[in-house]
Every structure is written in structure tokens, then in C-alpha cells.
């Protein structure tokens, strides 16, 4: 059949509306192109700040744990320092104790023999004393002195301790009555009470030494 020139007309209309979707759709096309270029730029962008907060974080870690390695020394070496300043004070404290209960000693209780700071060592086992006093003769007594910068309910326990194994380090002291006085700078009303149930003599500081500081109607335990 022959091609009217209506034909030909509605052939380049129709080439005309596709050429147009076609230029529409690539107009489209670019768009997105462009908007995924942006999208991947942004998130390049992105990338690269994440590593450089990764750095960063990296960094500060570092720096932390550097900081915490120096606190673990200085912490380190404040606890030698309180533990020597312990040492020296209770040392101190010792040697503020023997005068004032050297005389305590003496004249309360008649003692002959006064020896500080006893260390004993028997069968793999030691036996640490602040103050040993004793006489023999007709008294044959002894007296154990336990002495505290701070006293504690432990130190109860502590000295009941040594005068329990008393004997065993001193078989030459066995048949002495024994008897124990815990003397203290920092003492409660509380504690002191329960020192003195326990029949221990309680020493306490009183200007600048050591007085006894007991009832008169005391009955002290004998070990």
C-alpha cells in the first residue's frame, strides 16, 4: 500500500515524541548520575573523616593508657611512702610508750627485767613483742605489752594471740602468771570497754605519756 504524505506526518510525530523521551530520559539519566557522584563524594568524605576520628580515638587511647601506666606508678610509689610513714610513726609511737611504761612496769607492778621490741623465732614460727616485762622470786610474773598508734578490735585479738603462745616460745617463763596491757594513743570509749572485759590493762596517752586507764575495781585475766 502506498505511504500518504499523513503517513509520513504521523511517522515524524511519533519519532519526534520518542526523540523527546529519549532526550527526557537521559536528562534523568544525568541527573541521577550526577546525584549518585555527589552521594559518593559525600560518602568518601565520610570515609575519610571516620578514619581520621579512628586516628584520633587511636591516639587518645594511647594517651590514656600512658596516663594510667603513670598514676599506677605514682600510686605505687605513695603506698611505699605511707607504708614507710606507718613504719617510722609506729616506731615513734613505741618509743614514746617505753619510758612511761618502763615506770608503769617498775613501780605498779614490781618488774625486774624490761625488754622492747622482742623478736622470737622457734620451730619455722616467730613471735613479735613490743614490750616483755617480768620478775621472778615471789612475784614470778610477766606482763605483755602490745602497742597501738590506732587501736583496733583486731588488736584485741592480736595480743590475746601472744599471750596465748606465750608459753611455747618461753617454756623458762611457764609457770609466771601472765598478764596483758594494750596501750594506745587512739583509743574509743567503746573499745577501751571491751579491752577491759577481755581482763587487758589499757594504757592511754596523757601528756605526752603512757598512763594506765583502768577501774578501780579491774580484775585483770591471768594467762
Keep these: 500500500m502506498a505511504t500518504t504524505s499523513e503517513d509520513v506526518w504521523r511517522i515524524l510525530a511519533e519519532l519526534a515524541t520518542a526523540q523527546a523521551e529519549l532526550t527526557a530520559a537521559q536528562k534523568e539519566t544525568d541527573k541521577q548520575l550526577k546525584e ?39 600510686l605505687k610509689e605513695l603506698g ?17 610508750a ?6 608503769i612496769l617498775r613501780q605498779r607492778f614490781g618488774m625486774e627485767v624490761i625488754s622492747p621490741s622482742v623478736r622470737v623465732s622457734k620451730d ?21 605489752v602490745e602497742v597501738k598508734s590506732h587501736a583496733r578490735e583486731e588488736s584485741i585479738t592480736q595480743l590475746k594471740s601472744i599471750l596465748q603462745r606465750f608459753r ?8 609466771k602468771k601472765l598478764y596483758g596491757i594494750l ?5 574509743s570509749n567503746e573499745l577501751r570497754e571491751k579491752i577491759l572485759q577481755e581482763g587487758f590493762y589499757v594504757a592511754r596517752i596523757h601528756d605526752q605519756v603512757f598512763e594506765l586507764d583502768i577501774p578501780d575495781n579491774f580484775q585483770p585475766q591471768t594467762y
Design 36 to 74: 549518585t557522584d555527589l552521594l559518593l563524594k559525600e560518602v568518601s568524605q565520610q570515609q575519610k573523616e571516620n578514619a581520621q576520628q579512628l586516628k584520633e580515638t587511636d591516639r587518645q587511647l594511647k594517651e590514656t593508657d600512658r596516663q594510667q601506666q603513670k598514676t599506677d606508678k605514682q
Design 80 to 96: 611505699k611512702q605511707i607504708g614507710g610513714l606507718g613504719a617510722k610513726f609506729g616506731s615513734f609511737t613505741e618509743g614514746l
Design 98 to 103: 617505753l619510758p612511761s611504761m618502763e615506770t
Design 124 to 144: 619455722g614460727k616467730h613471735l613479735e613483742i613490743d614490750v616483755l616485762a617480768y620478775t621472778n622470786g615471789e612475784l614470778n610474773t610477766a606482763y605483755i
Design 168 to 175: 611455747s616460745f618461753f617454756p623458762e617463763h611457764k609457770e
Design 183 to 187: 596501750a594506745s594513743v587512739d583509743l
